[in-house]
């Protein structure tokens, strides 16, 4: 068979989010942490209600302005593309905004796991806010990925700030609830 080299393979990766986050879209700037974080969690009890993906949202935002630069949910498991983390979602979407520069933070529903943190540490993102933790996730059935605490120091070491467990309980009860209703816990040992 003479089939070109590069005839199975995709020339791009187009991300679509559901036509539903566009509803959730702000208008204008945020106010704050926990206004961003309420957008997050937000996003991340509807894409489970809508069953668009895991339970897992993210955004991007410009902290020089307080405009959200991109919204993120967890598409992986309705797509069947490993990499598609709300995290990764969100920065995806900055940096095909032209939006990849500049003091930005990214807001998680849940701690980043190893994958998503890497991607954080190459965009160049200068502060993570999360609400659930690592041990939330690992406690329901997800695998976080080891060397995570190792990346993060790095991280810390060259001026990345990290807020942990900004309205946490509700983040852990959004996974909670996730996996009471049967959603699927996913991960590379699942693969």
Request: glycine share 12%; net charge negative; hydrophobic share 40%.
């Amino acid at each position: 068979m003479n089939q070109h080299p590069d005839a199975a393979c995709p020339k791009q990766c187009n991300v679509r989010l559901p036509d539903w986050v566009s509803e959730l879209t702000p208008e204008g700037a945020m106010a704050d942490d926990e206004a961003c974080m309420a957008l997050v969690l937000a996003l991340t009890e509807r894409n489970v209600a809508e069953e668009t993906g895991g339970p897992f949202g993210a955004l991007v935002l410009d902290d020089e302005t307080g405009r959200v630069l991109a919204l993120g949910v967890n598409l992986a498991p309705t797509t069947g593309n490993a990499v598609l983390h709300a995290e990764t979602v969100a920065l995806m979407l900055a940096a095909e905004g032209g939006e990849a520069t500049g003091r930005r933070t990214l807001y998680a529903s849940c701690e980043p796991c190893i994958m998503c943190l890497g991607a954080v540490h190459w965009a160049g993102i200068e502060r993570v806010v999360c609400a659930a933790l690592k041990e939330d996730a690992e406690a329901v059935g997800f695998n976080e990925g080891e060397g995570a605490g190792d990346l993060r120091a790095a991280m810390e070491a060259r001026g990345v700030k990290f807020r942990d467990g900004l309205m946490r309980e509700r983040g852990a009860q959004i996974l909670r609830d996730y996996c009471d209703a049967g959603g699927d816990v996913y991960g590379p040992e699942r693969a």
